[in-house]
């Protein structure tokens, strides 16, 4: 498979814009799940934790591999409340494009506006898709303006709507000047009702006139004020959204199955492949002042970032990494540089949420887990032991808030010790530690819901009832 065509991108958004659902139609039609997943019925193929069922919320940000028109599409889901920042953040360093969700009737919420510096820290290009415009009270004209003077976005729409909240049915490709109209699954393509001809051409013009700014041949069609092809658009208006310059706005709704293969077609069109991102840059081991570059190619040494651990009662430990260049095969040596020690490789895993399909080599661009790692922790790099290097780890938020926790019982101590020890393991916003004066267990995570969800694993993972003081 041609590295051109691989697109690592995350999906975030304030809690209950609606991501997962997103999420849940991307994996519906492309073919990896035969049915649809809601996430009020607790159904949702990516919120495969108990909490996460019960709660309708998004915890641990999981990995997913699907493919759209022969790409290769990793998707990572992360958590939209602010009580799991650190989820976001090692998903935003390990991703390539990020596709940010709105509602269209809430707008920019706080917690969009903290995602969004995220992104902007890593430099991960992004498209918008203002989701459920079905909804009483959507407005995608306010939501547009409101991404443009809360995340200083620079936004363009490249679909605006036909009809709004019960009426809403499908939107206008501004590019291609074609409306798409969706029945069911299907999306019919026709050209521009009457009443949307003005729209549709203000509309254009407004993009025609943003991308001139960053294109000389478009500039010149403009000035002479001629018809600019679509191509010429597309090749733009990609260039424009790789370099951070823009941010292409599209809109559908989720749940009614609206707009997500125009959303996947423009995941296609206009985030990167690991190309595009280019090179990555490491540290060298010896000295800091020196760098190494690793371009996205299966000949260069081995080099891949750890960026999370998920305890799977099944198979055990799996150690999710991002690989940025070189082969891993199973059974072979890789050097741990964080640690210093020799990681022997395992079994190979592509995740498809709960199903997992074991592979015998993955390369540069792969997100993949591996099982029955030793030493390897988050963030920590694994590389060829001959061009050792480090990569940039991940930035972990102090913690927030403490709690103390008491076994039900004096034999039950060393089996919650241990259970917390996994848990620390798996998550770098948790900590716990043991205070000798008062003889105390203590936890101290990101904030309650935190704290609430690790009490829980506790109890229903670990089977320790513990008392919370």
Not at 79 to 100: K, N, Q
Not at 111 to 124: F, G, I, L
Not at 219 to 242: D, F, G, I
Not at 345 to 364: F, L, Q, T, Y
Request: hydrophobic share 40%; with cysteine.
């Amino acid at each position: 498979m041609p590295l051109q065509k691989v697109r690592n991108i995350g999906i975030a958004a304030h809690i209950d814009a609606g991501k997962t659902t997103v999420t849940e139609r991307m994996l519906f039609f492309t073919g990896t799940t035969r049915k649809l997943g809601e996430v009020h019925d607790g159904q949702a193929t990516m919120d495969f934790m108990k909490q996460e069922q019960e709660r309708g919320i998004t915890i641990a940000s999981a990995a997913i591999t699907c493919s759209w028109n022969g790409h290769p599409i990793n998707i990572i889901d992360t958590p939209g409340h602010v009580d799991f920042t650190v989820e976001v953040e090692r998903s935003l360093r390990v991703i390539d494009g990020m596709i940010a969700v709105f509602c269209a009737v809430a707008g920019v919420e706080p917690q969009s506006e903290t995602v969004w510096n995220q992104a902007d820290r890593y430099k991960v290009p992004r498209i918008a898709f203002i989701n459920k415009m079905d909804r009483i009270g959507a407005d995608f004209y306010e939501a547009v303006n409101q991404i443009d003077k809360y995340l200083d976005a620079n936004p363009i729409p490249f679909h605006i709507p036909i009809g709004i909240e019960d009426n809403f049915q499908g939107s206008i490709d501004i590019i291609e000047k074609k409306a798409i109209i969706f029945n069911e699954f299907e999306r019919q393509v026709m050209d521009v009702p009457a009443e949307y001809t003005e729209k549709c051409d203000e509309a254009r013009s407004f993009l025609v006139e943003k991308l001139a700014d960053y294109d000389e041949d478009i500039m010149e069609l403009y000035l002479n004020e001629e018809e600019v092809p679509a191509e010429l658009l597309k090749k733009a208006a990609r260039n424009a959204t790789l370099k951070l310059l823009i941010t292409p706005v599209f809109c559908g709704s989720a749940y009614k199955n609206k707009g997500i293969q125009v959303l996947l077609d423009s995941i296609i069109d206009y985030l990167p492949s690991p190309i595009d991102v280019g090179a990555m840059v490491g540290i060298d081991i010896n000295d800091p002042e020196k760098s190494h570059k690793r371009s996205p190619s299966s000949g260069e040494p081995f080099a891949a970032l750890a960026f999370k651990l998920i305890n799977d009662p099944y198979v055990g430990q799996q150690t999710f990494i991002r690989i940025y260049s070189g082969l891993l095969k199973s059974g072979m040596q890789v050097y741990n540089s964080t640690k210093n020690k020799m990681e022997r490789i395992g079994r190979i895993m592509k995740i498809h949420a709960k199903d997992r399909e074991e592979v015998n080599e993955a390369g540069p661009g792969d997100i993949v887990a591996l099982i029955g790692m030793k030493f390897t922790k988050t963030g920590d790099t694994l590389c060829d032991r001959d061009n050792p290097l480090y990569l940039e780890s991940i930035f972990i938020p102090p913690t927030v808030i403490e709690l103390k926790v008491t076994p039900p019982s004096r034999k039950e101590q060393e089996k919650m010790g241990i259970a917390l020890k996994k848990l620390a393991n798996e998550d770098p916003s948790f900590n716990t530690r043991y205070d000798e004066e008062t003889n105390e267990t203590i936890i101290s995570g990101m904030g309650e819901l935190h704290l609430e969800i690790i009490i829980d694993r506790l109890k229903h993972e670990f089977n320790v009832d513990v008392e919370v003081g």
